[in-house]
């Protein structure tokens, strides 16, 4: 099958190439820039040189037509609502991996990107990327949300409890550390390396954006409106996320019980690892893989649960995702192209 790339030189955009690479089912034909159209992609990210050698073209809804099967739209939030329908117009099938449509109310999309969404019509049609919880949907979708990557580490933590009906939403607190590329490739003041590096701070308090995402899928899953406190952390490192939620139950249970509660919510499951006790999480054990890493600890002093999550927010929290997503849509095997190792010293 043939495939291509908007926005190819971004962080997800580079790790999208990196794993298609290695998936023996399909062919990249297609690869746009508009900050370095014309330009071969080892001049933008050398590490492809002698590997892969496409040059940037501009965006061109006739020749993604021409040209692919499938198209992943890795252009920032905001400016896929303007290509993706042209896409989906022209009959290719789209996994956008910006914010533009993962949220299903386009007012909740105005309040929280502080933007007027462009193209209401296919919030209705996108189907939520999460495959753990969408699996039968995203095989029939022809357009796909990919999940952010803060939302995919705490949905997951979360969704055997919220499906279960178990969870103090008004207790629940989930506090998450994320490296840098979570923020993208374009630089700011506060990613510039005198700013972030031996250093450790929150940013966003009780107002990120991928917020009303979180709230909007565990709200399905526990069948009411949920909401919760929500704190992200920029940690002095590339790439990983560790987030940590504390809450209490509304039923009694051991933690050998809830142990069973994930164990069966998530029987068969790839990508998604409970880990034994006594290990916990660590961003370097998922480091360039696709998969996430859960660990439970019951605090019994204070009948408290704290789930921990970990994955790599380059993989598992975008562009793995993406690619896993891509093969139920086209029919090839769940982990094809993303049965790798986890990369760590």
Not at 133 to 156: D, Q
Not at 262 to 278: A, C, D, I, M, W
Not at 304 to 314: E, T
């Amino acid at each position: 099958m043939r495939v291509g790339i908007i926005g190819v030189t971004g962080y997800t955009g580079s790790e999208l190439l990196r794993l298609l690479f290695s998936h023996r089912g399909v062919e990249l034909t297609y690869v746009t820039s508009h900050s370095f159209t014309g330009k071969p992609l080892p001049e933008v990210h050398p590490h492809y040189l002698g590997i892969l050698e496409p040059v940037c073209r501009p965006f061109s809804v006739g020749e993604a037509v021409e040209k692919t099967d499938l198209v992943f739209s890795a252009l920032p939030h905001g400016e896929s609502m303007e290509a993706v329908p042209l896409l989906r117009e022209a009959g290719l099938k789209v996994i956008d991996l910006s914010a533009d449509f993962r949220l299903a109310d386009a007012d909740l999309y105005l309040e929280w990107y502080k933007k007027e969404h462009s193209a209401p019509p296919y919030l209705g049609q996108a189907v939520y990327g999460l495959p753990e919880l969408y699996r039968e949907e995203i095989k029939k979708a022809s357009l796909v949300a990919n999940p952010g990557c803060y939302p995919t580490s705490v949905i997951l933590a979360l969704a055997p409890l919220a499906a279960r009906g178990v969870v103090d939403w008004d207790t629940l607190v989930v506090d998450a550390k994320s490296g840098t590329s979570g923020a993208g490739r374009v630089p700011s003041q506060v990613l510039h390396f005198p700013e972030c590096a031996e250093n450790f701070r929150a940013y966003r308090v009780a107002e990120h954006q991928h917020t009303p995402e979180m709230e909007q899928e565990l709200s399905k899953l526990a069948g009411r409106k949920v909401s919760f406190t929500f704190v992200p952390h920029l940690l002095p490192m590339i790439r990983g996320i560790l987030s940590t939620i504390y809450t209490d139950l509304t039923v009694k249970m051991t933690e050998e019980e809830i142990r069973d509660i994930y164990r069966e919510f998530y029987r068969g499951e790839k990508f998604v690892r409970l880990l034994p006790p006594p290990l916990l999480v660590e961003t370097r054990n998922v480091y360039a893989s696709n998969y996430c890493d859960l660990s439970i600890k019951w605090d019994s002093r204070k009948n408290r649960l704290i789930v921990l999550s970990a994955l790599d927010n380059l993989v598992k929290g975008a562009a793995g995702q993406a690619v896993q997503n891509m093969n139920l849509m086209l029919g090839f095997k769940e982990e094809e192209g993303l049965e790798m190792v986890p990369l760590r010293p």
